[in-house]
Every structure is written in structure tokens, then in C-alpha cells.
């Protein structure tokens, strides 16, 4: 189910916002599978918060038929039944567990942080089969796979079989999944836990694997990236970063050093992405300053800063980052695009600023017709005048100081 695919460093990086490291060829897949992900995605348009989705109201009020007389009152049989079968896992209504087949207790239930082995079967609601995997294995808790997955296999016991009904908030949301699922399409999903184990020892990770697992978290971030869910995107980055920094009892070849660089260089790149996505611009800059440290001619590190410090309004710091970029990459219509645009809004912030200067001096209309291009500047005579008496009353001062001394 996990999309693989090498980086094309010939791709263009997305100058507009998003801007994660993702080829062509990967965004093609980008839904094939809860594991999926894509890179160089298209621009995602900012869209508000929907709140469609809460929870229903119970229904209140709502009066009962009075029994007869002699003739006990009895609740409906699916009332009777239906909690003794389904599990509001949130509590909700959105998310439902059924078992079919017991497990081995409560007991044997995985822990979050183990790597979980389960076999599972996605359907949609027409009884079309979407996803079919004898063996799927992730880290549970990480959010590797679709969250109604990753929630409820928390619930099951070690080779119980359990039937799983979600909306699609979590599954594939209002974007679907082409060709096969629709947007806003629940699933129904089969589900047998088949195996739980500790994760492993990043301590003791060849170079090789620990390179594969931060690659495979990377790209389930570009994978809620491109679906518009910062959030778990920048989970992603953060756990992925986590695998490359932590450290190791094995000794890594030069070439494996450079590609967990690599790899770290993008994670960074994408979690400044996503931060500048939510405004989180403090969080943003250092990101990209973390890229400038290992590579200090990145250019999406550098249009990302540059952006970042003009969304604070600190265009004079903006300007000539994003010039050093432009001088990387002189054919970049982008960079252009945002240099003028920047240089614009500096040139009116000094106009302000210059005509704040002004009225505070008391000159507000400024120098006279005549004399403005022989005096960019003037000073009220009284300032002067005030000034001066300042000064030499200074000067008497420390003369009868020095005298009484």
C-alpha cells in the first residue's frame, strides 16, 4: 500500500505555498492507499473550517406511547440490541466497532508505539471493494494509515475480527480518493489483528532502514499535505525528523550520512510549509533557518524565509533574501513575482514612515514648493532656538561645578 518513488531534483519546487519535495509520479498515486502520499503537489487553496460535521443533537422530548394497563412497557429490540453490538469508539456516532470474531481479552490488545500487523478489507457503502490487503503493517498511534484505522485498532485483541464503520471525516474526506472513492464516501472496514510487536531500536537501525522509516513518515506528511490537514502533516515531519536525529550504536557510510541529510533537508522544508500554512511563523523561520545551516543555498528555504519575514511586515530583511535567491535561480517567475511585490510594499511603508517622520517634526505639509528638492528636510527655527539654549545652559552648568570643586 506505501507508494514509493525517487525525489527529481529537476521538479520545480512549489513557490506558491505548498512546496513539499514530491514528484509527478507520486502525486499520480497520491490516493492509491491509506499508506500513499505524493510530492510537488499543486497549490491548495486556504478553505474555512467546516463545521457540517459535529456530533447530532439526541433527540429530546420526544413522548412515549403510555403502556397499557396490566402490560409491562418493552423498548424496542434494536434499542435492546444495538449497544451490545456497536462501540461509539468517539462517542460521536462517526466512528463504529462491531466484533465478529473474539480475541484473546483486553489484555492483548497493542500499545501505541508498537508496529501492528492487521488484515483488512475497505468497502464503500454500494458493497464495492476499495482496498484489500492480507498483511498491513504500521506503527500504530503515528497516524501511517487512515485515522478510523489507526483508532480502532487500538480497541482490538490480538486475532479478533472486527467490522469498522466511519464517515468519511476519517477516512478520505471531502477530497475522496480518484478513481475509486468519492468525496465524503464512508467506508466499511474488516479488520483482524494479526500481529503486535515492539517498534524497533532506532539505536540500532542499519543506515539503510532508518533511512526507509524517515522517508516513509515524510511521505505520509506530503500524503496530509496535499490533503490540507497541516496538522498531521507536520506530525509526520516531526516523527520523521525524530528517526534521522536520534541516535546510533552503527556506524553509517558516508553515502548513508548524505542521504539521511537529504532527507532531513526536506522534512524541514515541508514542516516550514506547512507552518507558514497555519501562520505559525516563528516555528516557520527556524525551520527554514535549520535547511540555511546544512544548505545556505537552498532556494525553497530561502523563499520560504524571505516570505515568512514579510508576512511580519519586515520587508528590508525580506528583500535581499529573496534577491539571493533569485540570483540561484534568475529564470524563476515566482521569485520575481514576490520580490516586486515586496519592494512595492517597502517602498510604501518608507512613504508612511517618512510621512509619519514629518508631523512629528511639525512640519506636516512639508518643505515649501520651491525649496523641496534643495531641502528633503526641515527644522522648526524654534527646535533650534531650544536646542542651542539647552546646550549652553549645560555648558554653564558644568562651569559652576567646576568652580565650586
Avoid at 23 to 49: H, K
Avoid at 195 to 218: H, M, Q, S, V
Avoid at 246 to 252: L, R
Wanted: glycine share 8%; net charge negative; with cysteine.
Amino acid at each position: 500500500m506505501a507508494s514509493s518513488g525517487e525525489e527529481q531534483s529537476s521538479s520545480s519546487p512549489d513557490w506558491g505555498d505548498s512546496g513539499t519535495e514530491l514528484s509527478a509520479a507520486e502525486l499520480a498515486g497520491a490516493g492509491a492507499s491509506p499508506l500513499d502520499s505524493g510530492e510537488d503537489f499543486e497549490v491548495l487553496e486556504d478553505e474555512e473550517d467546516d463545521l457540517s460535521e459535529l456530533p447530532p443533537l439526541e433527540d429530546v422530548g420526544r413522548g412515549r406511547t403510555p403502556a397499557k394497563e396490566g402490560v409491562p412497557e418493552q423498548a424496542p429490540a434494536q434499542d435492546a440490541e444495538e449497544p451490545q453490538e456497536w462501540l461509539d469508539v468517539l462517542g460521536n456516532g462517526l466512528l463504529r466497532k462491531k466484533t465478529l470474531v473474539p480475541g484473546q481479552g483486553e489484555e492483548s490488545r497493542p500499545h501505541k508505539g508498537q508496529d501492528v500487523t492487521v488484515r483488512l478489507k475497505a468497502t464503500r457503502e454500494d458493497g464495492t471493494v476499495v482496498e484489500q490487503e492480507p498483511r498491513l503493517t504500521f506503527t500504530l498511534g503515528d497516524c501511517d494509515v487512515l485515522q478510523a484505522l489507526d483508532l480502532c485498532v487500538q480497541l482490538l485483541e490480538m486475532g479478533e475480527t472486527a467490522l469498522i464503520v466511519s464517515d468519511a471525516k476519517y477516512c478520505y474526506g471531502s477530497q475522496g480518493r480518484s478513481p475509486d472513492i468519492p468525496p465524503d464516501a464512508a467506508l466499511t472496514l474488516e479488520v483482524e489483528l494479526l500481529e503486535a510487536r515492539d517498534a524497533p531500536d532506532l539505536e540500532l537501525l542499519p543506515g539503510k532502514e532508518k533511512i526507509a522509516l524517515a522517508n516513509r513518515k515524510r511521505e505520509r506528511g506530503n500524503f496530509y499535505y496535499q490533503r490540507a490537514d497541516y496538522v498531521l502533516a507536520i506530525n509526520s515531519y516531526d516523527i520523521a525528523l525524530k528517526v534521522i536525529g536520534s541516535s546510533s550504536k552503527v556506524d553509517f557510510s558516508p553515502e548513508e550520512e548524505a542521504e539521511l541529510l537529504d532527507v532531513k533537508v526536506k522534512c524541514l522544508n515541508n514542516l516550514a510549509a506547512s507552518q507558514l500554512k497555519l501562520d505559525h511563523y516563528e516555528a516557520a523561520l527556524k525551520s527554514c533557518n535549520l535547511v540555511l545551516e546544512h544548505q545556505p543555498g537552498n532556494i525553497k528555504a530561502l523563499f520560504r524565509k524571505g516570505k515568512v519575514l514579510a508576512q511580519q511586515g519586515e520587508y528590508r530583511e525580506a528583500i535581499p533574501i529573496l534577491k539571493a535567491a533569485l540570483k540561484l535561480e534568475p529564470s524563476n517567475k515566482t521569485i520575481h513575482a514576490e520580490l516586486s511585490k515586496l519592494v512595492k510594499k517597502h517602498a510604501d511603508q518608507k512613504s508612511v514612515e517618512t510621512e509619519m517622520y514629518r508631523k512629528m517634526l511639525g512640519n506636516p505639509g512639508g518643505a515649501p514648493a520651491k525649496c523641496r528638492d534643495k531641502l528633503p528636510w526641515a527644522i522648526p527655527w524654534k527646535w533650534l532656538f531650544g536646542a542651542t539654549a539647552i546646550a549652553l545652559g549645560g555648558v554653564a552648568l558644568s562651569v559652576v561645578i567646576a568652580a565650586r570643586n
